[in-house]
């Protein structure tokens, strides 16, 4: 079972729809999890963490963390063209300072 | 520009030679890592930093690959014998402490674009 999973995509949405990514992780004692964007030939890009159980709002986005089902989403609402990138999700294992990353969801947000 | 700082940011190699990599932490920033992707793969931890100090090397192949973290100037990625598998994207992140506990995440550079021959 790989650390941490994600659907490969692509997932396509219309924009100005919610694109829901979603994310699994092996390790229980997983305290700390973010969102990476990552575009073609970039590096990736902090969008958005999260450490304890319920939903946290950034401006469009909104990741939500459930570490009994050890799951972890991150939603963008009113989606756009420059939304489409590949969304990695991360996890702080615990008691290790190293970011463990998915394979990453990559998006695709049509006009 | 306080940002992570990588270079260079496209080293081209031919197989035996050493490829040297270099990173500049954000300012204010202790905590240094470094990362390998793969093409179509994603990214792997490959070991943390602080200054004079490897922490965690768990992810750096046993043979050929170094890092250090000097008291005075750039992290260094360096790697020996280049072979046509070490092509990839090497990224350099940086934090100001524990990924984790300091709730704020790591953030990373531009990335070096190694191409073996």
């Known amino acids: 079972q790989k650390e941490v999973e994600q659907n490969s995509g692509p997932l396509s949405v219309p924009e100005g729809a919610i694109a829901s990514l979603n994310c699994t992780y092996s390790?229980?004692?997983?305290?700390?999890f973010f969102w990476y964007r990552q575009y073609s030939g970039k590096s990736p890009e902090l969008i958005m963490s999260?450490?304890?159980?319920g939903d946290k709002e950034d401006g469009r986005f909104t990741a939500q963390l459930n570490k009994a089902s050890q799951y972890v989403s991150l939603l963008i609402r009113d989606s756009q063209p420059s939304d489409s990138a590949t969304y990695l999700c991360?996890?702080?294992?615990?008691?290790?300072?190293?970011?463990?990353f998915g394979a990453g969801t990559r998006l695709a947000v049509h006009p | 520009n306080a940002g992570v700082m990588q270079n260079p940011r496209h080293l081209v190699r031919r197989r035996g030679q050493e490829a040297r990599l270099r990173c500049s932490p954000m300012?204010?920033?202790?905590?240094v890592y470094w990362y390998r992707q793969l093409p179509e793969e994603g990214l792997k931890f490959m070991v943390y930093?602080?200054?004079?100090?490897?922490?965690?090397e768990s992810g750096m192949p046993k043979e050929r690959f170094s890092a250090e973290f000097p008291k005075e100037g750039p992290s260094i990625l360096r790697i020996q014998q280049v072979v046509r598998g070490d092509s990839a994207a090497y990224f350099c992140?940086?934090?100001?402490?524990?990924?984790?506990?300091?709730?704020?995440?790591?953030?990373f550079g531009p990335g070096t674009r190694l191409t073996v021959l």
């Open positions: 992140a940086s934090s100001p402490g524990q990924a984790g506990a300091d709730q704020g995440g790591q953030f």
């Open positions: 390790d229980r004692v997983s305290q700390s």
């Open positions: 999260i450490y304890s159980n």
């Open positions: 991360a996890v702080n294992p615990g008691g290790y300072n190293k970011l463990i």
């Open positions: 300012k204010g920033h202790s905590h």
């Open positions: 930093l602080q200054k004079e100090n490897i922490i965690d």
